[in-house]
């Protein structure tokens, strides 16, 4: 049971009427109930997952993020919710596990989840071999900003679950 309650798509009114009909329509997750009842969260929440996909960083490459960070910070809700978007993003079951252990059979996905955990195992404060290692795989710094922007990302929908302790609504996965 949530502890936010969540607002039902069906009886809205005001601004999470109008996100739920636009942005949201056909998406009523539990979080996004939830998270309505800061109709400015949800709409932080949207513009930054929106500005995200259009950035450098493809569909399976937000995913390695969202599910390095969300098995990081032990939220069942996001890696069963990036679990079944990454498989629609093109990512195998195996490589969906991957992601959460931070290690992959791919080189270059491989070092965007090291460098995705090793922000969050240093706060941000990487090295310069970190640095290095990410653009030698082949990523750019744009690529690294949009990293450190999904992180944030992650974390506060991480944090936001934790607090609401949000039921999921997506298939439970296998743990790791």
């Known amino acids: 049971m949530n502890r936010l309650g969540s607002i039902d798509p069906a009886t809205a009114t005001g601004p999470a009427k109008e996100i739920f009909d636009g942005a949201l329509k056909g998406k009523h ?19 930054m997952a929106g500005a995200l996909g259009h950035g450098v960083l493809n569909a399976k ?12 910070n032990g939220c069942d809700y996001c890696v069963a919710a990036h679990t079944a978007i990454g498989k629609i993003s093109g ?5 969906t596990i991957e992601a959460r252990r931070g290690s992959f059979s791919d ?14 195992e240093k706060r941000g404060h990487v090295s310069d071999a970190d640095v290095d290692a990410f653009k030698h795989a082949g990523y750019s710094e744009a690529h690294i900003a949009e990293v ?9 929908t991480n ?8 039921p999921s609504d997506f298939p439970a996965v296998t743990k790791v």
């Open 148 to 156: 450190i922007a999904g992180y944030a990302l992650a974390t506060f």
């Open 107 to 120: 080189a270059k996905l491989g070092a965007l989840a090291k460098f995705t955990l090793s922000l969050h």
């Open 91 to 95: 990512m195998t079951d195996a490589q």
């Open 61 to 72: 490459e937000r995913e390695v993020v969202q599910l390095a960070v969300g098995q990081a």
């Open 29 to 47: 997750f539990n979080v996004f109930k939830s998270m309505a009842q800061s109709p400015a969260a949800l709409n932080a929440y949207l513009g």
């Open 159 to 166: 944090y936001f679950n934790h607090v609401n302790q949000t």
